[in-house]
């Protein structure tokens, strides 16, 4: 079975500073790789993915994510963060050959708050 | 085009009551996933359809809950006999080819609360 770990539960910054946000899993086999956000009052939504290929994955709004299979991490970093960024963040992880059977495995979240 | 719809939005049922989830998701998806989130919690998975049939159940805490998709298309969550436990908000996602890779779209979700 796998598992995510975030390792911020909140994280407070500044309009214009830099983000970066922690996730590592845990699974032995291969995987696909997901961020999602969730806006306040709104659905959870697709910021970007990793499924093979290029390691760093660029995502919308500027979003961008590296894994590091040897790290087992999936962390997401934007270089300058807006306010309209204040969310709830979540990382998730599921097997790239299991047919979807076992859905997506996620992280606690991370809320971001960015203040102007 | 529309995307994944949940009602109701919001339900509050006294424990021991007997209470049903509706998701419609985005026409032509034949994946559909039921997942559960507590507060200060990510989703955790629930129960996978692929077309009709439940491929994945093992999500499911007990025997007191209990989803359908009859017509490979609605699907609705069932729980028998709420516990205050139950309570948490139950969120929907349909994707559209079976595959561990494919993006997930997400409903809005159905915030239950046991009383």
């Known amino acids: 079975a796998q598992s995510v770990s975030q390792h911020n539960h909140h994280v407070i910054l500044s309009e214009a500073a830099s983000l970066e946000l922690g996730c590592n899993y845990s699974?032995?086999?291969?995987?696909?790789l997901f961020w999602y956000v969730q806006y306040p009052g709104q659905h959870l939504q697709l910021l970007l993915k990793?499924?093979?290929?290029?390691?760093l994955v660029k995502g919308i709004k500027g979003f961008e994510a590296e894994f590091i299979k040897s790290k087992f991490s999936f962390n997401l970093r934007k270089p300058s963060v807006q306010w309209s960024d204040t969310a709830e963040y979540f990382c998730?992880?599921?097997?790239?050959?299991?047919?979807?059977?076992?859905?997506?495995?996620f992280g606690k979240g991370t809320h971001l708050i960015i203040q102007p | 085009g529309a995307g994944v719809s949940q009602t109701p939005s919001n339900k509050v049922t006294e424990k021991g009551k007997y209470v049903e989830l509706r998701c419609d998701p985005i026409?032509?998806?034949?994946?559909l996933y039921w997942y559960r989130q507590s507060l200060g919690q990510g989703p955790e998975f629930l129960i996978y359809?692929?077309?009709?049939?439940?491929?994945?159940d093992s999500g499911l805490p007990n025997d007191r809950f209990f989803a359908v998709r009859p017509e490979g298309s609605v699907s609705t969550l069932k729980i028998q006999r709420t516990e205050r436990g139950d309570s948490a908000v139950y969120l929907c996602?349909?994707?559209?080819?079976?595959?561990?890779?494919?993006?997930?779209?997400f409903g809005q979700g159905t915030r239950l609360t046991v009383v």
């Open positions: 996602a349909s994707s559209p080819l079976t595959g561990g890779g494919n993006e997930a779209f």
């Open positions: 699974y032995g086999g291969t995987v696909n």
């Open positions: 026409s032509g998806h034949t994946a």
């Open positions: 359809f692929q077309g009709t049939g439940a491929a994945d």
């Open positions: 990793y499924f093979s290929g290029d390691p």
């Open positions: 998730a992880v599921t097997d790239a050959l299991g047919g979807g059977a076992d859905g997506l495995t």
